[in-house]
C-alpha cells in the first residue's frame, strides 16, 4: 500500500501521460470537407512535434479557424497552463463538432488539472456517449470517481475496461466474529477483478449478518496499478463493546418505559438476540428474537421470534382535543413466528414465514365500530412471503430504486373459521447528493397495502406514530393518555414518506442530523367508523442523534389539514 498522496500523484501523472499520448495520436487532418488554407499542415506538424507556444502562435495568426484548429490550440494552451483560454477554444470547437469525442475528453483533461472532477465526470460522460468502449475515457472516469470516493461509480467505468486487480483483501481492524463466516460472505477474493455486482453482493450479505451498523470498503492503490480492498466495520458483540455502549443499548427506551435487552454476535457465529421488555400498564410487551445464518452461509439466514402484548385501546379520530371514544378493548396475544431469509445476488432478497398466534379481546366497548369478524377470537395460523428487488442504481448520481413486495394468507379459527390476506408493495428511492459522505441524504418511500377477507382487529393497518407501527404519519400520533387508538385504522391503505437529512456535526463517537420531511397518505375500511376518509398531509423536521451506536429521533409535525402540531421522541433500532 501506498500513501494516499502518492497514490493521486500516480494517477494523475499516468493520466497525463495517457492524454499526451492520446493527443499525439489524434491529429488526423479534418473530417469530412474543411476548407484548407496553408497554415493548417504548419500547424498540424507542430502539434505533432509537441511545440505548444508555436502552435499557439500559428493557430492565432489564423483568421479563421476550423474545428481542427480550435482542437489543436485548445490542446496547446492546456499545455502552457492556460486553463480558461484552453477551455473557451475548446468549447468552441465542440460546438461546431458536436460528434467529436476529442473536444470533451481534453476538455475533461483541463477540469481534471484543475482539480474539478465534478466538471472533468460530466465531460467523461459526454464522450462515452459518443463512444461507450473508449477504454481510455472509461479509465479516466473510473480514476476521477475513484479520487471522489465514489468506489461504486469508479467500478462500474473499470469494468468496461476489465480493471480493477485486487492484489489483496484486507479488514481493518479485525473483527471477532468467525473468519470462515466472514470469508464466505465477501463474494469476491485477491488475484481477480473487483466487479460491482460483486462488491453490492457482499455488502447485502454483510448487512445480513446484522453485526457491522458502520462499514465500508477503501481501495488502496498499489504502485504496480493493481488494488488492495480494505473492508473497515464497527461490530457488534454481546453486550456492547464498551460498559457505556451496552448500558446505552439496554437503558436506550428507559423515558418510553421499556428496556432493550439485545446479544449481538453470538459465539462469533453473527448469531443476535434482539429482545424487549416493555412494562407500561397500558401497553406490556414482551418480544425476542433469535437469527443467525445457516451452516456458516452468509446467504441464507433464519429467524425465531416470541411476542406477547397485553395492550389498552381507545379508538378516537385524534390524538388531541375533543375526541369521544368510539369502542375500547383489551387485547391480548401470544406468536410464534419463524422465517428464512435469502440473500440471492446484488439485487435480490426474499424471505418466507410462518407465524402461529392467539388473541382474545377483553372489556370490549362498541357500539357498530367494530363487528363481530373483526372481534374473532382464537388460533391463527399465517403464512408470510416477501422479495426485495433493486430497480434501479445510479452510482454515478449515488442513487437507487428498490421495489418490495410481500403476501400474507392467515385462517383464524373462532366460533367461525375465516381466512384473509394481506398484500403489500413499496418503492424505496435513496440518494446521497455528494461523492462521498452522507450529507443531505434524502429518502422517499411509497408504500401500498391491500386485504381481503375477513381479518381481526390486530391485523387491521395504522398510519401514525407508534412504538409498534411502521407505517408513520409524523403529525398524527397513534396513542392517548398512553392507550393506542388515537391514529386512523383500516384495511387498506397509501402512504408516502419524504425526508431529508443535513449533517450537522459528526466525530465518529457523535452525530447529529437535521432535516425537513413530509408524509401524506390515505387509509379506508369497509367500516364507517374506521378509515381517514381523506388524504392526510403532514410536513415538519425532524432531528437525528446518534451516541456510540444508539440513536434516537426526534419530530416535530404539523397536520396541514387541521393545524395540529405533535412533537414525539422514539429510539432508532
Do not use: C
Not at 363 to 373: G, H, I, K, R, Y
Not at 509 to 525: E, Q
Amino acid at each position: 500500500m501506498i500513501p494516499r498522496a502518492a497514490a493521486l500523484l500516480l494517477i494523475a501523472s499516468s493520466l497525463l501521460q495517457a492524454g499526451e499520448k492520446q493527443a499525439g495520436e489524434k491529429p488526423a487532418a479534418p473530417r469530412g470537407q474543411v476548407q484548407q488554407n496553408s497554415d493548417t499542415p504548419t500547424t498540424q506538424q507542430l502539434f505533432a512535434q509537441e511545440h505548444w507556444q508555436q502552435v499557439v502562435q500559428s493557430v492565432e495568426s489564423n483568421s479563421q479557424r476550423s474545428p481542427d484548429l480550435n482542437y489543436y490550440y485548445g490542446v496547446a494552451l492546456a499545455h502552457l497552463a492556460r486553463w480558461d483560454d484552453a477551455r473557451q477554444a475548446l468549447l468552441t470547437g465542440s460546438r461546431e463538432r458536436i460528434d467529436d469525442k476529442r473536444f470533451p475528453l481534453e476538455l475533461a483533461g483541463v477540469a481534471f488539472k484543475q482539480k474539478d472532477y465534478g466538471q472533468a465526470a460530466f465531460y467523461l460522460r459526454r464522450a462515452l456517449r459518443l463512444d461507450p468502449r473508449d477504454s481510455y475515457a472509461n479509465d479516466f472516469l473510473a480514476t476521477t470517481y475513484f479520487l471522489q470516493g465514489n468506489y461504486e461509480a469508479a467500478l462500474q467505468y473499470w469494468n468496461r475496461a476489465g480493471k480493477p486487480e485486487i492484489d489483496d483483501v484486507r479488514v481493518e481492524p479485525q473483527p471477532r466474529v468467525n473468519p470462515v463466516l466472514l470469508d464466505h460472505a465477501f463474494a469476491f477474493s485477491p488475484a481477480s477483478t473487483l466487479h460491482l455486482d460483486d462488491l453490492l453482493a457482499t455488502q447485502a450479505r454483510l448487512d445480513g449478518l446484522g453485526i457491522f451498523p458502520l462499514r465500508r470498503f477503501d481501495l488502496k492503490a498499489r504502485p504496480d496499478g493493481k488494488f488492495d480492498a480494505v473492508f473497515h466495520a464497527v461490530e457488534r458483540n454481546g453486550w456492547g463493546n464498551s460498559k457505556l455502549e451496552a448500558l446505552l443499548r439496554l437503558f436506550r427506551g428507559l423515558p418510553y418505559q421499556e428496556i432493550h435487552p439485545e446479544y449481538y454476535n453470538l459465539g462469533g457465529n453473527a448469531i443476535n438476540i434482539i429482545s424487549l421488555l416493555r412494562w407500561d400498564a397500558q401497553k406490556r410487551r414482551v418480544s425476542s428474537e433469535l437469527s443467525g445464518p445457516f451452516a456458516q452461509d452468509p446467504t441464507w439466514r433464519y429467524r425465531l421470534g416470541v411476542d406477547l402484548r397485553n395492550e389498552n385501546w381507545e379508538l378516537r379520530n385524534s390524538f388531541t382535543g375533543p375526541a369521544p371514544v368510539a369502542a375500547a378493548l383489551n387485547l391480548r396475544r401470544e406468536e410464534l413466528r419463524a422465517d428464512v431469509t435469502r440473500f440471492a445476488g446484488p439485487r435480490l432478497r426474499w424471505s418466507a414465514g410462518g407465524e402461529l398466534s392467539h388473541r382474545d379481546y377483553r372489556n370490549v366497548f362498541s357500539a357498530t365500530t367494530l363487528t363481530p369478524q373483526l372481534l374473532a377470537k382464537g388460533y391463527e395460523l399465517k403464512q408470510s412471503s416477501q422479495v426485495n428487488y433493486e430497480l434501479l442504481r445510479v452510482p454515478e448520481n449515488r442513487f437507487t430504486l428498490t421495489s418490495g413486495l410481500s403476501l400474507e394468507g392467515g385462517r383464524i379459527w373462532s366460533r367461525s373459521v375465516q381466512s384473509f390476506a394481506k398484500l403489500q408493495g413499496s418503492l424505496d428511492s435513496h440518494w446521497f447528493p455528494r461523492a462521498r459522505d452522507d450529507d443531505y441524504e434524502t429518502r422517499w418511500r411509497i408504500r401500498a397495502g391491500k386485504t381481503v377477507g375477513q381479518i381481526p382487529f390486530d391485523e387491521l393497518f395504522m398510519l401514525g406514530l407508534e412504538r409498534d407501527n411502521d407505517l408513520p404519519l409524523r403529525a398524527h400520533i397513534g396513542t392517548r393518555d398512553g392507550r393506542k387508538g388515537s391514529a386512523p385504522l383500516g384495511r387498506n391503505y397509501v402512504l408516502s414518506n419524504f425526508e431529508s437529512d443535513k449533517k450537522v456535526y459528526s466525530n465518529g463517537l457523535f452525530s447529529f442530523k437535521l432535516g425537513p420531511f413530509v408524509d401524506a397518505g390515505r387509509i379506508t375500511d369497509t367500516s364507517a367508523a374506521l378509515g381517514s376518509r381523506r388524504w392526510l398531509l403532514d410536513a415538519g423536521v425532524q432531528a437525528k442523534i446518534s451516541v456510540l451506536g444508539v440513536g434516537v429521533v426526534l419530530s416535530y409535525g404539523r397536520d396541514l389539514h387541521t393545524g395540529h402540531g405533535a412533537f414525539y421522541s422514539s429510539v432508532a433500532p
